[in-house]
């Protein structure tokens, strides 16, 4: 059994992503109460497999995730881009009339401002997670109170869902990146398929210093999907770059890399792995 810990509880969005990724797998969910906790979890036992939000489609990055990664000493091994759909979910027998407090993770609730908006005399009350939410209502049978969360929240906490797709862009969608112990990563990716690279590097603050790296790595035909800055605490004016590539060549991939070495500081490379599906 597949050993996968993860920010939040069962029904959360993190639980449905590593339910997704490894399909067909029995896996046994190690809950967190936070990134950090997830990354405890794995130092304490190399054979756990970290599963981690690093961005969404309408809430941006995460920027602390990016650090905690590049700390960890870990290697992003896979990705998962999942399509969060949001149910609002109450107490058996509720209609949505008898809702008078919705509560859930200040995400998922801007995620879903337009339809909240438009219940009349709802109160808004900010939880650390979605599962969570629906978790405690159903515990503490607390009539009146309602949940945005996952429908699969609601299903394993024996709420019924009132709404269903309430967020107001359907366009959701939140990346998942996969980390595993390095010294387990080379083994699990003797075979894996690459063409998707995360790297971190600093820059000297002078100029041009960021347009030469983006020019070497166009003239090598490398995708650049992503560029995520992050200021050094300590070094005034100097920046972490956290970039994804994309490539069709993994030799032409390399050769980038040699090339824009001497122009950086401390390049790491965080993971090569295969670009992920995207569910619908």
Avoid at 150 to 178: H, S
């Amino acid at each position: 059994m597949r050993k996968v810990a993860i920010q939040g509880i069962l029904g959360s969005y993190h639980d449905v992503a590593a339910h997704k990724y490894f399909e067909g797998e029995d896996l046994e969910i190690i809950g967190c109460s936070t990134f950090k906790g997830v990354i405890k979890q794995m130092h304490d036992d190399a054979s756990v497999i970290g599963l981690m939000a690093i961005e969404n489609t309408i809430a941006g990055s995460l920027l602390q995730n990016h650090e905690l990664i590049r700390q960890s000493e870990c290697s992003i091994i896979g990705e998962y881009k999942l399509r969060i759909s949001h149910s609002l979910a109450a107490l058996p027998g509720t209609s949505l009339p008898d809702v008078k407090e919705v509560n859930s993770h200040p995400i998922a609730l801007m995620q879903c401002a337009e339809y909240l908006g438009a219940l009349p005399g709802i109160k808004i009350v900010e939880t650390e997670d979605t599962a969570m939410s629906a978790k405690w209502i159903a515990e503490n049978r607390r009539q009146g109170l309602a949940a945005v969360c996952g429908k699969q929240a609601a299903q394993i906490y024996g709420l019924d869902v009132l709404a269903e797709g309430i967020e107001t862009n359907n366009r959701n969608f939140t990346r998942f990146l996969v980390i595993a112990d390095k010294w387990n990563a080379g083994d699990m990716m003797k075979n894996a398929v690459k063409n998707k690279s995360s790297v971190v590097f600093a820059l000297p603050h002078v100029s041009g210093s960021l347009s030469k790296i983006l020019t070497i790595l166009s003239f090598y035909d490398m995708n650049l999907t992503k560029i995520q800055s992050l200021p050094i605490i300590g070094r005034e004016w100097e920046y972490l770059f956290y970039v994804n590539l994309t490539y069709t060549d993994y030799t032409r991939y390399k050769q980038a890399l040699d090339a824009i070495i001497p122009l950086t500081k401390d390049l790491k490379i965080l993971g090569e792995y295969e670009e992920g599906k995207q569910s619908v």
